[in-house]
Structures are given as C-alpha cells and as structure tokens.
C-alpha cells in the first residue's frame, strides 16, 4: 500500500484464495507461518489459562500464536521482571508468534475505576490497589519488552451505545493516540534495547522451548522488528467508523484491527459494522477483529472478510462448564449427563472427545476438580482451531458457502438427546 | 505361602534383585507391569489433581499404577453412576492398573464426624452431610464395583500416640474387619457382577482410552478377578504390630500393607515400625507402606523391605506451591525466585524443568494461575517417580547402598543459592 509509512514489514502477508469477500492468507512472522483466518487463544497472564504449552502445540490445537495482555503483565509480574527473563516469549517458554495488546482496552473496562485524559489514562491496579498509568508511550515501551510479533496501538473504547458524539470525542482521541504510538513504535524499533542477558535487542531473543515448533530454517528473512496494527473505533456508527478507518490507513500500520465490538451492542449491530468496514480494509494487510466471538461470529465475520481473531470464549467458558460442540453448547453441570458415556462432542476428535465421556467430565466439574477446566479448556480450543482450519479448507477449495450454511444448520440442530 | 487361603492369585510376583533388606520386584497385574520400588500417584476422586492421563502415561512419569480412594468416589459421582459407567478405568479412561483404598482411613480421618461400632463406621458425609455408613462387607461391593486390580481390607486406623490397650483394641477389631473384608471379597469375586454395558464381570472391563499404554499381548494369563490386601496395624506398639502381621498372614491375603503409620507419631517410630514388621510380611507376596511419605522415607522404607508406595505429598505439596528437588524443598513462593531463570531441579529432566523457569513459575502461582499447581505437580510426580526408577536400577545393579547415602546427602545439601 501507498499509504503505508512503516519501513518494510516485519510480516510477510499473502493471499492464497478468496470466495466472495472471505479469504484464505499467509502470514509469516519470523516466529513461524500463521494461515489465516486464524483463531488466537488468549493468554492473558502469560498463560492460555489451564494449558500447558504441549497441549496447544499439539497436533489437536497446534495454536500458531497466542495472546498476551500488556496490562495484566505489566501490573504482574512487571517490566523488569519480563526484561529480565529475556522477553515474554523466553519468560513463558513459548517459541512461536505471540500478539500483544495495548492495554488501553483492559484499562478502560475497569470502568469507575479509570480516568481518561490526553495523555493517557490513570487508573487503580487490580493487584495491588495502586494508581498506575498508561499512555500510548508506555504501551509501545512495554509491549516493546514484551517483544510479541505483533504490537497493537493504544487505543479508547467506546460502549456499544454510545451517541455520535460520544463516539466521535472518543474515536478522534484513538487516532491521535495512534499517531503517538506509532511514532513512539518507530523509535524503540529503530533504537537498540539491551538486555540484561546481552541477547541484544528484544526482537533476536528466541525462547527458551527445547520441543517447540517451526523449524527456524523455514524462516523467510523478515525484518527483525516487531509489527504494529492500528485500531479502527466508531462504536456503532458507520460514518465514524469509515472515518476512523481511513484516517488509521493514512498514519500507516503494518495490519488493521476492528475494535470496540462486542461490547454491548446487538448482535446485527456489530455484524452490520463489519460488513461496512472489513472490505474497505487494506486488502494487503491482515485484518483482525478483536475480542470476537461465538463460532457463528467466526464464520459470519470471514464472510465479510476478517482474518484474524480472539476471544476468551473457549477457555472462559470452558472453566465454568460450558463445551462448544458441532451442535452448539453443552452445559455440563446437567444432570442429564450424570451417566453419558458420549463424548463432549461426537463429531470432535480432540484427545478429550477420544478418551472421556460427559460422565466423567461432568463428575470432575462438580467435585470442584482442576481437570474438569483443563479438559472442557482443551476441548474449546480444538473445537475453535479446527473450525479455522475447516473454514481455510473450505474457502481454499471454494466451498465456503456451503460450508457455512451446513455448520450453522449443525450448530443448531441441538444436541441429541 | 502355605498360609494363603485365598484362590490363585491375580497377581504374579517375582523378586528379580536384593540388596540388604531392600528389593526390586516385578508386580505382573491384568493391566501391566508394575516394576518395584513403585509410588503410586494418588488419584483421590477419579483424578491425580491437575494431571492429564496422557501425562502419567508420559515417559516423564510413566506411572504404572494409580490410587482411586474409595470414600470420596462412593460419595460422589456414587457407585451407581460408576457401575453404569463401567467400572472405574472405564469412568475415568485409565487402562493401567489401579488400587482403591478401603475407605477405612479417610472415615477415620474425619475425626468428630463419624462413630465406629463393631459393624462398621457411621459418619457423616462430607459432600452433602448425609449419614452414611460403611462396613467390611460394604467397602468390598464399592471395591468390587469399582474394579481395581487391588482392593484393600476394610480397616480401623488408630493414632499415632495411641496407648497399648487402645491400639490392641483397634487392631483386633481390624483383625475381625480383615477376616469379613476377606469373606465377603471372596464371595463377590466369586459371582459374576452383570454390568449394564453387557460386558460381563467387572473383572474382564476394558477401559475406553484408546491412547493408553501396555501391549495386551505381554500379559500373562492371570485369573480374571482383583487382588486384596490386608493391612497390618497396631500403632507404635512393636508386640501388637507383630501380632497384626501374624493374623493378617493367618487370614491369607495376595499382598500386605503396612497402615497407621505418618499419622503424627515421630519420624524414627514409624521407622522403627517398618524395621520392625516389614522383614517379617511374607517374601513372596507385594509389601506396601500406606500413605508414605517424603523422598528419604520412601528410601529408608526401601532400605527396610517395603515394594509400594502411595501419597499426597507430590500433587499436595506441589498445589501449594512447594516443588521437590534432589537438593530439598524448594518454595516458589519465595521472593528470591522472581527474576531465577533456572528450572525448579537442574538436575531434573522432565518436561516442566526443560521448559520452564522458577520465575515463570512463581509469576503463576502468585496469579493464582492454575497452571502454576500443573507444573508444580507435574514436575514433583517426575520427581518421585524418578527416584523410584533409580531406587529399581540401583538394586538391580547391587548400588542401592551407594544410592542411598548420596541421594539423601544431596537432598540434605541444600539448594544453590
């Protein structure tokens, strides 16, 4: 793109099929291929919350990147500590890519307990009562320690019913605040940051995973540089979210993220925001759509064009006891599956669905057992990841609308009796 | 033995190597090779807390054997959902061996709750307060349900000051319990127990998980009924413990076990308790130490005769935040392992140690991360079965003095700083 000021990419972004507005890419990182649409589960504090990093490795998850969120991590265990370990990626052990947030979305759900301004938002650490701050120049110097392969702008949500001008004050101030984190970005990319290890800078650090994946000779030569996508806001109006759009492209980003959805709104509301936006989006970059959703909002979202996404869904809902299944949710804690020998999901092949039954499963949740959440975990985010692979397949092969009409019939359907 | 009244045993046993007192064996079950010194993971409600199966079966692990607790499992799912679903390893997708305790201890243990008559134990029931009452003849259809390859006698348990008169009259009273535990598995091993499922006796179930361990082929052709233990008791009261073990033989079991014992006596009188009775269990039969204990114990008890080994300490001590190492305890929660790149053991090889470090691993545990209790877990499982591994070679290669003296003197060398 003309538009794009950054130097060259630290991502190599092709497309590889399209059908209709949905697509199938590549994206390369220098920590291994991600085909998209691809699906990111979140590990908020430096853990996909009850996974061990073989298990997403596996062959029934094989998660090619995951989450980070820079506010958690930077409340606990802190910068220096992270600094100190080399990085996020060696911090946790994790080989493969990792995308960070920029916090701005986490600061500002704690609602009361934050005030925004120009320069940043001042808000109570949930750790430790104390009063902290963010701004985008913080950000991009924490995430630049993080040293994910994918950094995002510090960005304001508005809610989902917020006025037009509401949401305007609040989209304007996001675009300024991406100005100044992609000029703060710039410039930590372009200095040095030494570490303590003499690894030299955050973006050569490889973790320390003895078993991990991607063979590094596969690597294309990318840019040792982290990338940055910018966050396209307007809460539910189209014009401001066209505007907010367009102004984003022209500050320049390596990939583009819808923001502020699924915050509220209606349903209709946020499919209708991603029809508007996602095919204006920069064809050549990826587009992610945050925080987004049930595996209907998946499918529907690659149908009108997004590549990118994540979501606490599997692994949230997993712990309280919900599986996602080929015929929509299962609540374990019913009594109907006191003694069902069935699998979570008889159409699942993930090594929970192989080996154990609801019974068991059910037994586990209500004894208050840690397996019953590594289990129901496990099998939400196969169920998630193998869904992405389905829809590449699909859109490679150009049955995707086929595709999408039988899984969401089969999603319906209800669960057998 | 002549004493052994008991049918053809459903185990085989074979001494393969002694050295001193100690022993390695090899214990031949339905579902697998159990080589001794063994430690079993304790499984308490159909789980080894925080343990994926497909973890124990790991070569990291490699347990051959699990306990299943009787009590908690009788409680809750309750032995008729465990009948419907097909036994225990069915229940729970474990196709190796398991022991079930007898429920005799755990009703103990709750103290004020439960009163002891000479039918059985009334207590009340800690999932919902419902009185319930187990008895020999109970215990042995739960057992029997249940499946294991090892069922325990029902037993009474006395504490770890109890006077002479009070321990003789709770080793009578387990002699006589011993005696209806025998009648009654007897009985039961003798008649067929239809299941729902179709598949005929408990004994000849098939567990589901289809990823699990031991070629079927390898096993020899062992009657297709459990094996019971008896369990030898008499508090800290060397005459009455030989007495216990005298009248426990008397009665005729397929192995024996050593019970009442870290039930708050001090360290050199268990010691001297298993110095005492454990020379003295019959040779040709499997001798295991109950609920016991620490690194240094499982090797003086190894050092004194015993084969088998079961207790919480691992997965206990590991969920709150205390690793094992082969230079003593190691507490993560201690402020000095914040930034400490090093794994929990350096000497240590399993997944968790080539993988992840003391400062990651406190970052968990003070998030209240549960992966923080998997590691942990993991790693001191690892640890316990590790040890036992070299406890076996050692023997085998007449080392075992060696062994055991520059074990503890590195368990007692302190971490590095």
């Not at 701004?135 to 924490?142: A, G, H, Q, T, Y």
């Not at 995002?152 to 949500?157: H, K, Q, R, W």
């Not at 925080?291 to 209907?296: C, D, F, R, S």
């Not at 609308?401 to 057998?416: D, I, K, P, V, W």
Request: glycine fraction near 10%; include cysteine.
């Amino acid at each position: 793109m003309s538009s794009l000021k950054s130097p060259a990419s630290s991502l190599s972004f092709e497309i590889n099929a399209t059908e209709g507005a949905a697509r199938a890419t590549t994206l390369t990182t220098r920590r291994g291929v991600i085909e998209t649409p691809v699906f990111m589960p979140v590990g908020t504090a430096g853990t996909v919350k009850g996974m061990r990093l073989e298990e997403l490795e596996s062959p029934d998850l094989d998660a090619r990147i995951i989450l980070g969120n820079t506010y958690h991590l930077w409340l606990r265990p802190g910068i220096e500590t992270i600094k100190e370990c080399g990085g996020l990626h060696k911090f946790i052990g994790w080989d493969r890519a990792l995308l960070t947030d920029s916090g701005g979305f986490q600061v500002w759900s704690l609602g009361a307990l934050r005030k925004i301004t120009e320069e940043g938002t001042a808000f109570r650490s949930h750790v430790d009562g104390s009063l902290c701050f963010l701004s985008p120049e913080i950000s991009m110097e924490v995430q630049a320690v993080l040293g994910a392969e994918i950094a995002m702008a510090f960005d304001e949500c508005a809610p989902g019913e917020a006025s037009h001008d509401e949401a305007r004050r609040s989209m304007d101030l996001t675009l300024r605040w991406a100005q100044r984190s992609k000029g703060a970005f710039d410039n930590l990319q372009a200095e040095f940051l030494p570490l303590p290890s003499g690894e030299g800078q955050t973006g050569s650090l490889r973790a320390a995973g003895r078993d991990a994946g991607e063979p590094q000779a596969e690597m294309p030569a990318l840019p040792d540089r982290q990338a940055l996508f910018g966050i396209i806001q307007g809460a539910s109006h189209l014009d401001l979210r066209r505007e907010s759009l367009e102004r984003t492209v022209e500050i320049g980003f390596d990939g583009y993220a819808i923001g502020g959805l699924s915050v509220g709104e209606e349903k209709h509301v946020m499919m209708d925001v991603i029809e508007e936006v996602a095919p204006r989006m920069p064809a050549d970059r990826p587009r992610y759509l945050m925080g987004v959703g049930t595996p209907e909002d998946l499918i529907e979202a690659v149908a009108r064009g997004i590549d990118m996404f994540d979501c606490v869904l599997p692994t949230r809902n997993g712990r309280n006891g919900q599986a996602f299944t080929s015929r929509g949710k299962l609540n374990i804690k019913n009594a109907r599956y006191t003694t069902d020998q069935n699998p979570l999901d008889q159409a699942c092949n993930c090594s929970v669905c192989r080996r154990h039954s609801r019974a068991y499963i059910r037994h586990l949740y209500q004894s208050g057992e840690m397996l019953a959440s590594i289990l129901l975990t496990h099998h939400n985010l196969a169920f998630f990841l193998d869904t992405m692979k389905r829809v590449r397949q699909a859109i490679r092969s150009d049955q995707f609308a086929h595709f999408r009409r039988e899984y969401t019939e089969q999603l319906n359907s209800g669960l057998e009796a």
